[in-house]
């Protein structure tokens, strides 16, 4: 066999596996956590975090959080090989470990409007699991959710788009506000400037998409903030082509938050890969993810 059609056949095999391999790394579910704590809010500093490993400390040890969510986001239920049932044992496996004070959606529910039936279905599903448990299911809307009608009804949340609710410490008389803001789409796109909250307790932010960030006025920036949208790029590519070139109007990215937890001008945001897929239904070098956040107040 000459030399060209050796190289020849590695290519086609290095290109094959890589095809297998974007279509089955949406499959694999990753269970981490992150911890958010509270900063001195500065000005025009961004720095990476790292995420952490479960297990969660146990419930009642003195180095548990005050606070501790399920978040998830971006499950476009076109493509989504997570199941609500994987993403139900998920919320129970960490319930019994450490116990979960709420789950948090964070938006896209689908990509296509006319298949909102599966995507209900999906969050009924995880709605009562959370019932069943005794958690509040609390979500926001994406902008892929924006043309959808009374979808927090339909799937079993609270929304949070223009609402709040406080939560308590578990150990301590400290609280915080939960609140979120609506993502208006990208074609005639409204960013809010205002959080649906007061300001006695540190603000955790649910926002679908973490420029959102960028447009709050100074007084509303929150404690923390949780986010998805970017799904870690989903196809990662060299030289960031994905964001530099396919979706130009995206802020963050350009700053290098695409996904993990950062500590942004002192909020301390976490940015999630999300769980399903959006428009192709593959992934490499960014696979689903479901996160416990514990919070410090
Ligand atoms: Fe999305």
Do not use: M
């Given at each position: 066999m000459d030399v060209f059609l050796t190289v020849l056949l590695i290519l086609a095999a290095l290109i094959l596996l890589?095809?297998?391999?974007?279509?089955?790394?949406?499959?694999?579910?990753?269970?981490?956590?992150?911890?958010?704590?509270?900063?001195?809010?500065?000005?025009?500093?961004?720095?990476?975090?790292?995420?952490?490993?479960?297990?969660?400390?146990?419930?009642?040890?003195?180095?548990a959080p005050d606070l501790r969510l399920f978040f998830f986001s971006d499950i476009h239920t076109e493509w989504c090989p997570v199941t609500a049932a994987r993403m139900n044992k998920a919320i129970k496996k960490a319930h019994e470990s450490g116990g979960v004070d709420a789950v948090v959606f964070g938006g896209d529910i689908i990509t296509y409007p006319e298949n909102s039936e599966k995507g209900y279905k999906y969050l009924n599903e995880v709605s009562a699991c959370c019932r069943e448990l005794g958690i509040p299911f609390y979500g926001i809307s994406g902008n892929h959710d924006c043309n959808l009608k009374n979808a927090p009804e339909r799937s079993g949340f609270i929304s949070l788009d223009t609402n709040s609710v406080i939560l308590s410490s578990r150990k301590s008389d400290a609280k915080a506000y939960l609140t979120g803001v609506p993502d208006s789409g990208k074609i005639h796109r409204v960013w809010q400037e205002k959080l649906s909250c007061g300001n006695e307790y540190p603000v955790i932010l649910a926002a679908h998409d973490p420029d959102a960030f960028l447009h709050l006025s100074p007084d509303s920036r929150p404690a923390y903030m949780l986010s998805g949208h970017f799904h870690g790029g989903q196809m990662k590519l060299p030289f960031r082509f994905e964001f530099n070139v396919l979706r130009t109007t995206d802020k963050f990215p350009k700053m290098g938050v695409i996904q993990g937890h950062f500590n942004i001008?002192?909020?301390?945001?976490?940015?999630?890969?999300?769980?399903?897929?959006?428009?192709?239904?593959?992934?490499?070098?960014?696979?689903?993810?479901?996160?416990?956040?514990e919070i410090c107040l």
């Open positions: 890589y095809v297998l391999w974007c279509l089955a790394e949406p499959f694999f579910l990753v269970n981490d956590k992150v911890v958010l704590k509270k900063h001195e809010i500065n000005k025009g500093t961004i720095s990476k975090e790292t995420i952490s490993k479960l297990p969660l400390v146990p419930q009642g040890s003195s180095d001008n002192g909020t301390d945001v976490f940015v999630s890969r999300g769980v399903g897929c959006g428009i192709l239904p593959f992934r490499i070098f960014s696979a689903p993810e479901a996160t416990v956040v």
